[in-house]
């Protein structure tokens, strides 16, 4: 079996693994990237973030063409040609995998397409269909395999109209009807797609409210419009049964079910978006020291390394939240530890965007987190309806939340629901960051007519004194 040896090896080239592999070639070192595609990417380029957006892109058009009938214009029913639209998304995919792989060899980067199986702490074995198996000795280790959707325990059937996120990805077909199992990011995202290509769409979810880890008040803003865009949306109901039935899965439902709705009802199609799990379970890692905790999660340290000393793990491996942009933070941070910096990874504010219509967005302490740790807070909301942008827009559906220190006024957390929220979250990571308080953000001069002057009045009503809403504070 061919040998060769490397500084470090990354497993995974999701985007923990493939920013972890960049930085530790930028930084001097010797680096193999391990992944079964052919590019790096991982879940996130090739089946999640990047190509739902894509999609969201397109459901986004023709949710405006639509609007655009309340302004006098009118396109007329869209024509939709689904082999297109699958194309316009493979064809992002492509680009973006492709240019990721170029950059990565650029840098010199060893790429090596397969699965890595550990044959001891200091080397892995790696094997891909049709070749022959090849060993690589390491000095370290940096675990990146991410996660899987998760599946309702006695639920699962076999049949391509039950998708995951991953087939509905695929865009099949634009069924009739379809039922959403899972109200949180994926059922709301990609229901939100198939909504607007025209499906009619339920979401089933087992607790009292979408988005369960969000906050309430913007949570609202959002329920609104899903309810218009929704055929149903069942709260605190479960589905306890699937079948095969026709051309179509029969669905059995338990729970507050509106009156008069039967408890089993046929869908075209079926989509299960009810978490995700990591995996963990990388052959072979009962032969090192590395330990998974009982959720499954790999433990590291702050500095990411785990049990076993030249062996590190970062992304959805480690533990929530599953996002791309908290996988890339932690790359570097396991990098810079591997060449002996004294590093941790402690952010205050990891931003989280749901990017449906309109977007959620959010980061650091959120008025239910501080509730829930009995932390007296400020909270101040500017309601998007008194916003010359959002007016511009004909989008008032929106709102933008402070939570502050009382007494230093200091910004500890920013929630915003409305249009381009995801673009506007930004800001506020940067002023929970810096400990920027609530007069910083007041007086940094915000152009006019945008959004983001949102931020800064929702700063001037925790004085009492935005110029747009007339709330004076109370003595
Ligand atoms: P992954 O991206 O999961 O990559 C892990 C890689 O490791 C995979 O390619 C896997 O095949 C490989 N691997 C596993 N085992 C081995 C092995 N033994 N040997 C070699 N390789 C192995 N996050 C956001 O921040 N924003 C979004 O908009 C967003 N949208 C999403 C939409 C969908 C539909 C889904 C499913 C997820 C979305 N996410 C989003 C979550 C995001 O995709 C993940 O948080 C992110 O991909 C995690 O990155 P990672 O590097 O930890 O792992
Ligand atoms: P999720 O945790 O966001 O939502 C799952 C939902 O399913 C929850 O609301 C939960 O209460 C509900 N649920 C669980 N079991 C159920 C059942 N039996 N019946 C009805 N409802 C049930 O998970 P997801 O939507 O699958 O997404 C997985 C993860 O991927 C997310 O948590 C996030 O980390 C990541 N992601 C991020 C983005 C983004 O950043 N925009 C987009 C997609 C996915």
């Known amino acids: 079996m061919p040998e060769s040896t490397t500084q470090v090896v990354v497993i995974g080239a999701g985007p923990g693994g493939y920013a972890a592999a960049f930085y530790a070639a930028d930084r001097g070192m010797q680096v193999a990237l ?25 459901a986004e058009v023709l949710g405006e063409a639509r609007h655009a009938e309340a302004w006098g214009i009118s396109f007329g029913e869209p024509q939709i040609d689904l082999d297109k639209v699958r194309a316009f998304k493979d064809k992002v995919v492509a680009q973006l995998t492709g240019g990721v792989g170029q950059v990565g060899r650029m840098r010199k980067i060893t790429y090596i397409q397969g699965r890595a199986e550990f044959r001891d702490a200091r080397s892995v074995q790696i094997g891909h269909e049709g070749k022959e198996a090849v060993t690589l000795a390491f000095e370290h280790a940096i675990l990146a395999t991410g996660s899987r959707p998760a599946t309702v325990p006695g639920l699962s059937i076999e ?32 229901g939100t797609v198939y909504a607007a290509l025209g499906s009619k769409v339920t979401v089933v979810e087992m607790t009292d409210g979408l988005l369960p880890g969000a906050d309430r008040d913007l949570v609202n803003v959002l ?3 899903i309810e218009t865009i929704a055929e149903a949306v069942l709260l605190n109901t479960k589905v306890v049964g ?5 051309s179509g899965i029969a669905v ?13 009802r046929t869908f075209d199609r079926v989509l299960v978006a009810v978490g995700r799990r990591p995996n963990s379970a990388v052959p072979g890692l009962e032969r090192t020291s590395v330990r998974v905790d009982r959720r499954g999660f790999i433990e590291v340290d702050a500095a990411r390394r785990t049990a076993e000393a030249n062996i590190y793990a970062i992304g959805d491996v480690v533990g929530e939240p599953m996002l791309a942009h908290k996988a890339s933070h932690e790359a570097r941070v396991a990098v810079d530890a591997i060449l002996g910096e004294r590093v941790a990874f402690e952010p205050l504010a990891i931003p989280a965007v749901v990017f449906t219509d309109p977007e959620l967005a959010w980061c650091g302490l959120t008025e239910t987190d501080a509730a829930r740790q009995k932390r007296e807070v400020a909270v101040t909301r500017f309601p998007w309806g008194a916003s010359g942008r959002a007016i511009t827009l004909d989008r008032t559906d929106g709102m933008t939340k402070l939570v502050l220190d009382p007494q230093s006024e200091r910004v500890l957390g920013v929630g915003i629901v409305g249009l381009g929220a995801g673009e506007l979250i930004s800001e506020g990571v940067l002023a929970v960051e810096m400990g920027a308080n609530a007069s910083d953000v007041k007086l940094s001069i915000h152009p006019h007519p945008t959004l983001s002057e949102t931020l800064m009045e929702a700063a001037e009503m925790f004085f009492g004194q935005a110029t747009h809403v007339y709330k004076p504070k109370r003595k």
């Open 34 to 58: 391990v992944d079964p595609e052919p590019n790096p990417g991982g879940v996130c380029l090739y089946r999640g973030c990047i190509p739902s957006k894509a999609l969201l892109h397109v």
């Open 223 to 225: 329920a609104r419009r």
């Open 242 to 246: 699937m079948k095969e039935a026709g």
């Open 159 to 190: 049949s391509p109209r039950v998708m995951d996120s991953t087939a509905a990805l695929d865009l099949p077909d634009v069924p009739r009807s379809l039922l959403v199992v899972g109200g949180g990011y994926i059922g709301l995202e990609l």
């Open 252 to 264: 059995t439902f338990e729970g507050a079910l509106p009156e008069g709705m039967p408890k089993e």
